[in-house]
């Protein structure tokens, strides 16, 4: 009776909030959960058959999710997923209880959520996920997580509370080193990249997060480096080196805007693989996905077949046809995911457009001095066309100026749109990058004069 109570009052509360446009009811009725009934979750996860994916990380967790869904659902999965990017507890108790009927029932068979990293804690002891993927740490709102050291460390209570598969990145040193929060230590499997060309990897470390060694705390040798501090390590005073990968690109045939070609090893053996994604980054997102769906029983050839026709999530790497011009949506929001949207789509541009759109709400992070450490200098040489906008515009501009680039200064980000398509020749590409909330505001905005669905949070 308790269940189907909560459960009728938290469903009537989220249609309430999205017949009144307040919001997608994303989050309150999960809040009214926490209240009523702190077990509902658990219930609800139980009755999916085939149990629930969780995935957590910095970077990569919606599009990552979208993947995975994509080659679960093609195996015959019905797959239910906070698809709108609600990630913390309250959105992923929501998503369960709008799937739900009175009785705690769902059509779906099976999970998939992305979970923001502070909440894993939270989250995995209530769903007892069968799998957990985490993608890579970086430096990220510094001001809800803390260092790094302390967001594994967070990441690492939710692992040790479940007996969960683990899928993790080898190429990440602390990612890598989760494996010690494992129930079972053979129940951990990795991913990662055996080799990059020379041009599209780099051994600038100059946003490198992590490369100390977590049992010792020595600098960790690193023989190769992909981005940041994702590449081939080894302990020198051999505490800790980097695991072989189960699934891992060995070859890269192909970048460019459209995609990214390339050799996946599975077990020792070589497949031809290809996602309609570009960047080294996304590379990792799509190895993450087929660790845990081949975890997940899902076959080799469904899974490549599902990647190759599987397009970017909202905001990430999405194209956007508006008055005539191509937007290109680029999420970005830490040093390191902007630093790999700068180097694989701008720089190599001829004198670009960019609407750059900074937010300072709570779901980008209060803390905007991460700009600092973004590498904007580099867009000098492409001699880019800047905008600078949204609620921390000011900063921006502030930032550019001291990187040696001019920018135009528009705060509101409807002028700023406006400026940037003005600018633009007709079926030329325009770049925006914005923060999260930005981004949702700037879709909303193109979303009037288009087909183009508004995503509520």
Request: hydrophobic share 40%.
């Amino acid at each position: 009776m308790r269940t189907a109570l909560t459960l009728a009052a938290t469903k009537a509360t989220g249609a309430a909030t999205r017949f009144l446009g307040r919001g997608g009811g994303t989050a309150l009725p999960g809040l009214m959960a926490e209240r009523f009934d702190p077990n509902l979750a658990s219930k609800l996860a139980a009755s999916l058959p085939n149990g629930v994916i969780l995935v957590t990380g910095t970077n990569g967790k919606t599009t990552t999710t979208k993947l995975l869904a994509a080659a679960l659902e093609a195996k015959g999965e019905r797959v239910l997923t906070n698809q709108a990017g609600s990630n913390l507890k309250r959105g992923v108790v929501s998503t369960l209880i709008k799937a739900s009927n009175l009785r705690g029932r769902t059509t779906a068979t099976m999970g998939l959520f992305e979970v923001d990293e502070a909440s894993l804690r939270l989250v995995a002891p209530l769903l007892q996920p069968r799998q957990i993927i985490v993608l890579n740490l970086f430096r990220d709102q510094l001001d809800r997580y803390g260092e790094l050291d302390t967001t594994a460390r967070l990441i690492g209570e939710g692992i040790a509370a479940t007996k969960a598969k683990l899928i993790l990145n080898a190429d990440d040193p602390l990612v890598a080193s989760l494996a010690s929060y494992a129930e079972d230590p053979d129940n951990v499997s990795y991913f990662g990249i055996e080799g990059l060309p020379a041009d599209l990897a780099t051994a600038d470390r100059s946003v490198a997060d992590s490369d100390r060694c977590p049992i010792c705390n020595e600098r960790l040798s690193f023989s190769r480096v992909f981005y940041s501090h994702l590449g081939h390590y080894r302990c020198p005073k051999k505490h800790f080196d980097r695991p072989q990968p189960v699934i891992a690109m060995t070859r890269l045939d192909k970048a460019d805007a459209t995609g990214t070609g390339f050799e996946v090893s599975v077990a020792g053996k070589r497949h031809q693989a290809s996602i309609t994604l570009p960047g080294v980054y996304n590379l990792y997102n799509a190895l993450a996905a087929l660790a845990s769906a081949t975890a997940a029983g899902v076959s080799l050839e469904t899974s490549l077949k599902s990647f190759s026709s599987t397009t970017a999530a909202f905001g990430r790497v999405e194209t956007i046809d508006w008055r005539g011009r191509k937007l290109l949506m680029l999420l970005i929001k830490n040093p390191t995911g902007a630093t790999q949207v700068i180097e694989t789509f701008i720089v190599r541009a001829k004198a670009p457009k960019v609407l750059i759109a900074i937010n300072d709400n709570y779901a980008d992070g209060r803390d905007v001095s991460w700009l600092w450490d973004v590498p904007f200098e580099r867009l000098a040489g492409s001699k880019a066309e800047l905008i600078a906008s949204g609620l921390r515009a000011d900063d921006m501009k502030l930032r550019l100026h001291y990187g040696g680039l001019d920018s135009h200064l528009e705060p509101e980000l409807a002028d700023a749109l406006d400026r940037l398509v003005t600018e633009l020749a007709a079926g030329e590409t325009g770049y925006i990058l914005p923060t999260y909330t930005a981004m949702l505001a700037l879709r909303k905005l193109i979303g009037k004069e288009t087909a183009l669905s508004e995503v509520k949070v």
